[in-house]
């Protein structure tokens, strides 16, 4: 027998970190830099996988913002750099179990503004943490398109276990999406969150900005 107590539904909140801080959503407040930051057919590819997008006009996007904005589940955080305040990604907890303390990272948009950075590992260790130690969920999920390799290849690097394709699963833009299931559970927690924060440490990392260690071998 294991506790049935529920979890805890995600609240508008500001989750802090050293690189980056994520907010709750507001089309008003980030819209500008968000544009700015994935507008333009260069950026197309940062929605290939996505359910929306890409947007070539301004009030599309911002009507999806809004939209965003007001969607419980998906519940929305625009992530913020900390170094200039503007948001520069957003991502989402989704399919909401509170029943089954279950719930899902997903609907991720990361600019090239955050791509590659520490703040762009420091948004899904926020919210891996706060889904496991606010919310009180069990089970953390991440699934993506079978194809999105760079997706699966990070699900796994921010310690993700995979567990399988689900074949046909949905339509996704008039194309079949084969989806690729992972999933990290409370008991392995402990030992991906201090991956997570031996890695985010300032001293990981030369003077030049490089890595000494890599995430996925502090787990080892």
């Known amino acids: 027998m294991i506790d049935t107590t529920p979890a805890k539904l995600p609240e508008r909140i500001t989750i802090p970190g050293r690189y980056v801080t994520l907010v709750p959503l507001s089309a008003a407040a980030h819209g500008d830099a968000l544009w700015d930051a994935v507008k333009g057919e260069q950026n197309d590819s940062l929605w290939l996988y996505l359910f929306d997008g890409p947007y070539r006009e301004r009030a599309e996007f911002d009507a999806s913002l809004k939209s965003k904005e007001l969607s419980s589940d998906p519940f929305f955080y625009s992530i913020l750099d900390n170094a200039t305040g503007k948001a520069v990604g957003i991502a989402s907890l989704m399919r909401i179990d509170p029943k089954n303390r279950v719930i899902e990272v997903g609907s991720i948009l990361y600019s090239p503004l955050l791509q590659r950075t ?8 926020l919210m891996m943490r706060y889904a496991f130690e606010t919310l009180g969920n069990r089970r953390y999920e991440w699934k993506c398109n079978a194809l999105n390799e760079p997706s699966r290849a990070a699900a796994l690097r921010l310690g993700f276990t995979f ?40 001293d990981n990392f030369t003077t030049d900005g490089v890595q000494k260690k890599k995430l996925a071998a502090l787990r080892s």
């Open 163 to 202: 567990e399988g394709v689900f074949r046909q699963h949905m339509i996704a833009k008039g194309l079949n999406r084969d989806t690729a299931w992972y999933s990290v559970i409370d008991s392995e927690w402990p030992n991906v969150k201090q991956a997570f924060e031996t890695w985010l440490a300032p």
């Open 118 to 125: 520490r703040g762009a590992t420091e948004a899904m260790y």
